[in-house]
């Protein structure tokens, strides 16, 4: 017996860009949404993750109407630098291919969602905590939640599963339809937030023997720093002198050196590549890292959820207007082409930036001649510029007509 009904056309699990993007999308189109999300809209908007978008993200964030302060307070980079062998080389995207990505980070993007969603009286119900999906084959979906211990459903035509890696959406499909790929690392990433200026001008990616390590912003006043540790690395095990002895011995060249300051937050990160390539079937739709988890290498993982938030918008709003799945139809198949190249790139930057003991001499020598490659000529540079620039928000050229009609 169910405490309430609720009842809407798209029913959202999540409150991550993948969700929240596309609840707003939606809602540019006059379609109805609710948005069920677990924990409080405090730690959604204060969970440190992301920081980079790429060209895409910047444009679709921009085209709908979310991207003031993302303009005020982001930092447009003109390009980043790769280090080795006490050598730091930039590798200008503006002068190679005219592109640029945006620091700025992950909690600020969905501060921004929630409030457009807020000003609109868009309905995000939080701490409602998804207890299971039913009847995803049939036209009237129904999601199973709690809020407060007591149960309620809710009924729609459409449920979009934007709940990340761990969320109940995925283990709703059935099992043998399941076509899921995963690649696991031999390494971690131990992320701080410092409060410390700026380090550098542009993010710095550092490949050292000791391992890698990753510069990067938040604002003027906070710096987000990565290091390369073992994946089964307990926090633990990573006092604060240890954490600037490793950046220091890792990133610091000729009198350069990494600015520290109080560390104010901490996390480990195991890395893994996954894809289910079933992101859809009935009337559920994958959206984000429920679908796919990229290593953070790349910086791809929040671009790839406001990717597929895009082309499944576009899928419904057609649907909504013309009574046709066809492009809801091919959502997978779209989506599964970005997916894969952003997987394919991210494993390239992990492969060429990670200390890893287990390669052989001859892989070693191989990724050294790599890093030169990319480092040092013009056409392996362009590569790096165009992947890490511009892959996962890409519209094929047969929904580009579409695009008009989702902003707004
Ligand atoms: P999430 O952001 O994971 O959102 C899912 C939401 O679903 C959560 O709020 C969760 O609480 C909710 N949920 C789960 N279960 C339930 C339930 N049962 N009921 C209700 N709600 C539920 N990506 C980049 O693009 N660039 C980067 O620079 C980058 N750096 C990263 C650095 C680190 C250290 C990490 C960890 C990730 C990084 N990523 C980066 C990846 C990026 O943060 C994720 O890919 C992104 O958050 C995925 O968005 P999402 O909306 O799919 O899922
Ligand atoms: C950040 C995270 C990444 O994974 C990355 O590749 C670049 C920057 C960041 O958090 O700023």
Wanted: charged fraction near 25%; hydrophobic fraction near 40%.
């Amino acid at each position: 017996m169910w405490c309430s009904q609720l009842e809407t056309k798209v029913g959202i699990i999540g409150a991550g860009p993948a969700g929240l993007l596309l609840s707003h999308l939606l809602h540019l189109n006059g379609i109805d949404s609710i948005l069920l999300e677990k924990k409080s809209r405090e730690e959604v908007e204060e969970t440190v993750r992301a920081g980079v978008l790429e060209q895409g993200a910047i444009k679709l964030l921009n085209e709908t109407g979310l991207g003031s302060r993302m303009m005020k307070y982001g930092h447009l980079h003109h390009g980043i630098e790769i280090q080795y062998n006490a050598q730091r080389f930039l590798l200008n995207f503006e002068e190679l291919i005219g592109k640029k990505i945006m620091v700025y980070p992950q909690h600020e993007v969905l501060k921004d969602l929630i409030a457009a969603r807020m000003e609109a009286n868009g309905k995000i119900i939080f701490q409602a905590n998804v207890t299971s999906l039913k009847d995803i084959d049939s036209p009237k979906p129904k999601i199973e939640f709690e809020v407060d211990g007591e149960k309620q459903e809710l009924i729609c035509d459409f449920i979009a599963g934007c709940d990340g890696y761990h969320g109940p959406s995925r283990r709703a499909l059935p099992k043998e339809l399941l076509r899921e790929i995963e690649h696991v690392y031999p390494f971690g990433w131990l992320g701080i937030l410092a409060e410390a200026p700026i380090s550098n001008e542009v993010l710095i990616y550092a490949y050292h023997e000791r391992g890698f390590a990753l510069i990067s912003t938040r604002s003027p006043e906070i710096q987000r720093y990565y290091i390369q540790v073992n994946p089964n690395d307990q926090l633990s095990q990573w006092p604060d002198e240890r954490i600037w002895s490793e950046l220091h011995a890792r990133v610091d060249l000729n009198g350069w050196t990494v600015q520290e300051g109080p560390i104010i937050q901490k996390d480990i990160v195991k890395m893994r590549s996954f894809v289910c390539e079933t992101m859809q079937y009935g009337r559920l739709f994958l959206a984000g890292d429920a679908a796919h988890i990229v290593p953070p290498t790349g910086a791809k993982g929040m671009n790839l959820a406001m990717g597929d938030a895009q082309v499944l918008a576009i899928g419904l709003q057609h649907y909504y207007t013309t009574g046709n799945e066809q492009i809801l139809n091919k959502y997978e198949k779209i989506r599964l082409e970005s997916i894969w190249r952003a997987q394919r790139f991210s494993r390239l930057m992990t492969d060429l930036l990670h200390h890893n003991n287990k390669k052989t001499s001859f892989e070693q020598k191989i990724q050294f001649a790599e890093l030169n490659y990319v480092t040092t000529s013009v056409t392996g540079a362009t590569t790096i510029a165009e992947n890490y620039t511009d892959i996962s928000v890409n519209l094929p050229a047969e929904l580009q007509k579409n695009l008009t009609a989702i902003k707004s």
